[in-house]
Protein backbone atom coordinates (compact mmCIF):
# COMPACT_ATOMS: atom_id res chain seq x y z
CA UNK A 1 0.00 0.00 0.00
CA UNK A 2 1.15 3.34 -0.81
CA UNK A 3 -0.48 6.56 0.31
CA UNK A 4 0.14 9.99 -1.10
CA UNK A 5 0.26 13.64 0.31
CA UNK A 6 0.55 16.10 -2.77
CA UNK A 7 1.62 19.78 -1.60
CA UNK A 8 2.60 23.25 -2.98
CA UNK A 9 -0.65 24.36 -4.97
CA UNK A 10 -1.63 27.76 -5.05
CA UNK A 11 -1.70 31.03 -6.96
CA UNK A 12 0.64 31.83 -9.71
CA UNK A 13 1.11 34.42 -12.27
CA UNK A 14 1.37 33.59 -15.81
CA UNK A 15 4.48 33.40 -16.80
CA UNK A 16 5.26 32.05 -12.74
CA UNK A 17 6.94 29.19 -11.48
CA UNK A 18 5.71 26.36 -8.64
CA UNK A 19 6.76 23.12 -7.68
CA UNK A 20 4.56 20.49 -6.38
CA UNK A 21 5.44 17.58 -4.22
CA UNK A 22 3.90 14.23 -3.70
CA UNK A 23 5.22 12.75 -0.17
CA UNK A 24 4.83 8.80 -0.28
CA UNK A 25 4.32 6.50 2.44
CA UNK A 26 5.57 2.99 2.48
CA UNK A 27 8.91 2.17 0.75
CA UNK A 28 6.52 0.16 -2.19
CA UNK A 29 7.18 4.25 -3.84
CA UNK A 30 10.37 2.71 -4.93
CA UNK A 31 9.50 -0.13 -6.69
CA UNK A 32 6.84 2.19 -9.10
CA UNK A 33 6.60 4.84 -11.65
CA UNK A 34 5.14 7.83 -10.23
CA UNK A 35 3.09 10.23 -12.74
CA UNK A 36 1.35 13.72 -12.12
CA UNK A 37 -1.97 14.38 -13.50
CA UNK A 38 -4.37 17.23 -13.42
CA UNK A 39 -8.22 17.79 -14.00
CA UNK A 40 -9.42 21.50 -15.15
CA UNK A 41 -13.02 22.39 -14.18
CA UNK A 42 -15.66 20.49 -16.97
CA UNK A 43 -12.79 18.19 -17.89
CA UNK A 44 -11.15 14.99 -17.84
CA UNK A 45 -8.46 14.17 -15.81
CA UNK A 46 -4.75 14.32 -18.18
CA UNK A 47 -1.64 13.22 -18.00
CA UNK A 48 0.86 15.54 -17.51
CA UNK A 49 4.20 13.58 -16.85
CA UNK A 50 5.76 10.49 -15.38
CA UNK A 51 9.19 9.00 -14.08
CA UNK A 52 10.40 5.11 -13.83
CA UNK A 53 10.74 3.85 -10.82
CA UNK A 54 14.73 5.07 -10.95
CA UNK A 55 14.02 8.52 -11.52
CA UNK A 56 15.60 7.66 -15.25
CA UNK A 57 13.28 8.20 -17.77
CA UNK A 58 10.50 10.43 -17.73
CA UNK A 59 7.29 11.16 -20.33
CA UNK A 60 5.92 14.23 -21.09
CA UNK A 61 2.37 15.73 -22.56
CA UNK A 62 3.00 17.77 -25.28
CA UNK A 63 1.98 20.67 -23.42
CA UNK A 64 3.92 20.72 -21.20
CA UNK A 65 6.87 19.61 -22.62
CA UNK A 66 9.85 21.83 -22.32
CA UNK A 67 7.93 23.85 -19.21
CA UNK A 68 7.45 20.97 -16.65
CA UNK A 69 10.08 18.71 -15.11
CA UNK A 70 9.32 15.53 -12.77
CA UNK A 71 11.64 14.14 -10.61
CA UNK A 72 11.82 11.87 -7.44
CA UNK A 73 13.92 11.55 -4.62
CA UNK A 74 13.67 7.50 -3.43
CA UNK A 75 15.79 8.20 -0.51
CA UNK A 76 12.96 10.89 0.56
CA UNK A 77 10.14 9.10 -0.47
CA UNK A 78 9.10 12.38 -2.50
CA UNK A 79 8.38 12.94 -5.69
CA UNK A 80 8.02 16.59 -7.43
CA UNK A 81 6.84 18.65 -10.47
CA UNK A 82 8.60 21.83 -11.08
CA UNK A 83 6.58 23.78 -13.55
CA UNK A 84 7.67 27.06 -14.87
CA UNK A 85 6.25 29.20 -17.54
CA UNK A 86 2.82 28.57 -16.04
CA UNK A 87 -0.14 29.81 -18.52
CA UNK A 88 -3.73 30.12 -17.25
CA UNK A 89 -4.27 26.90 -19.07
CA UNK A 90 -2.34 25.29 -16.58
CA UNK A 91 -5.11 25.63 -13.93
CA UNK A 92 -6.13 22.28 -12.35
CA UNK A 93 -6.19 20.03 -9.28
CA UNK A 94 -3.11 18.62 -9.92
CA UNK A 95 -2.57 15.01 -8.58
CA UNK A 96 0.45 12.41 -8.37
CA UNK A 97 0.05 8.78 -8.38
CA UNK A 98 1.88 5.65 -8.45
CA UNK A 99 1.64 2.32 -10.21
CA UNK A 100 3.01 0.25 -13.50
CA UNK A 101 4.44 -2.98 -13.45
CA UNK A 102 7.01 -3.65 -10.27
CA UNK A 103 10.36 -2.14 -11.45
CA UNK A 104 9.55 -1.65 -15.11
CA UNK A 105 11.61 0.02 -17.77
CA UNK A 106 8.10 1.00 -19.01
CA UNK A 107 6.68 4.51 -18.21
CA UNK A 108 3.02 4.45 -18.36
CA UNK A 109 0.91 7.31 -19.46
CA UNK A 110 -2.66 6.20 -19.06
CA UNK A 111 -4.77 6.79 -15.96
CA UNK A 112 -5.75 2.91 -16.10
CA UNK A 113 -2.13 1.98 -14.89
CA UNK A 114 -1.95 3.26 -11.89
CA UNK A 115 -3.27 1.87 -8.60
CA UNK A 116 -2.50 4.86 -5.88
CA UNK A 117 -3.60 8.48 -5.87
CA UNK A 118 -3.60 11.60 -3.92
CA UNK A 119 -5.90 13.60 -3.18
CA UNK A 120 -4.92 16.38 -5.17
CA UNK A 121 -3.72 20.39 -5.00
CA UNK A 122 -5.18 22.86 -6.74
CA UNK A 123 -3.12 24.84 -8.86
CA UNK A 124 -4.50 28.41 -10.12
CA UNK A 125 -2.87 30.44 -12.78
CA UNK A 126 -3.77 33.73 -12.72
CA UNK A 127 -3.92 36.42 -16.25
Known amino acids: QVQLVESGGGLVQTGGSQRLSCAAS????????MGWFRQAPGKEREFVAA????????AYADSVKGRFTISRDNAKLTGYLQMNSLKPEDTAVYYC????????????????????WGQGTQVTVSS
Open 97 to 116: AVGGQYYSEYVPTSLGAYNY
Open 26 to 33: GRTFTSYA
Open 51 to 58: IRWSGIGT
